[in-house]
């Protein structure tokens, strides 16, 4: 069975989020979409809505879970017998500095997890969680950029 793990703090889900777990649900048996909490950085969404938004958003896919995780991403991949964590890149920078964490992965990972990028489609490829995140504190329009299940 093919597992792949998508981390991140979703803080909150995009369409550039969306984008990249409608087209990995058909490349892997299961795939969990997994929310990574760090101690030190403040959400504008706590945990709980953050997997209510994307369990909403991902309801349709049969082969799609929703879990959270403290530490290590890589510890996490190996505790669900992952052996792919799947990312999206919008740009050049997002492949530099990806690049650099997945070969720190595969290596703690003793080679156990490979991990697969997946380029944002075009017309997503500009949105961000914390552009959504400055739209929001300001009144705009960021149903845009979001899934329908993102309302606050």
């Known amino acids: 069975m093919k597992i792949a793990v998508f981390p991140?703090?979703?803080?909150?889900?995009?369409?550039?989020h969306y984008d990249i777990i409608e087209r990995a649900?058909?490349?892997?048996?299961?795939?969990?979409?997994a929310i990574g909490q760090n101690s030190q950085k403040k959400y504008m969404f706590p945990l709980e809505k953050r997997?209510?938004?994307?369990?909403?958003?991902?309801?349709?896919?049969g082969n799609v879970e929703v879990d959270h995780f403290e530490g290590l991403t890589v510890d996490y991949c190996l505790e669900k017998n992952a052996q792919f964590i799947l990312r999206g890149l919008r740009n050049?920078?997002?492949?530099?500095?990806?690049?650099?964490i997945a070969h720190t992965n595969r290596t703690l990972?003793?080679?156990k997890l490979e991990t697969v990028f997946l380029l944002t489609s075009s017309g997503k490829s500009?949105?961000?969680?914390?552009?959504?995140?400055?739209i929001i504190n300001h009144g705009g329009e960021y149903e845009?950029?979001?899934?329908?299940s993102v309302r606050v």
Not at 25 to 33: E, G, P
Not at 51 to 61: L, P, R, V
Not at 126 to 134: G, L, P
Not at 144 to 148: D, E, F, K, Q, T
């Open 92 to 100: 050049p920078a997002d492949f530099e500095f990806e690049k650099a």
């Open 8 to 16: 991140g703090s979703f803080d909150p889900i995009t369409l550039g």
């Open 25 to 33: 649900s058909s490349l892997f048996d299961k795939l969990i979409i």
């Open 51 to 61: 997997m209510e938004f994307i369990a909403q958003s991902t309801a349709h896919f």
């Open 126 to 134: 500009f949105i961000s969680s914390s552009i959504v995140r400055e």
């Open 109 to 111: 990972a003793h080679r």
């Open 144 to 148: 845009l950029l979001v899934p329908p």
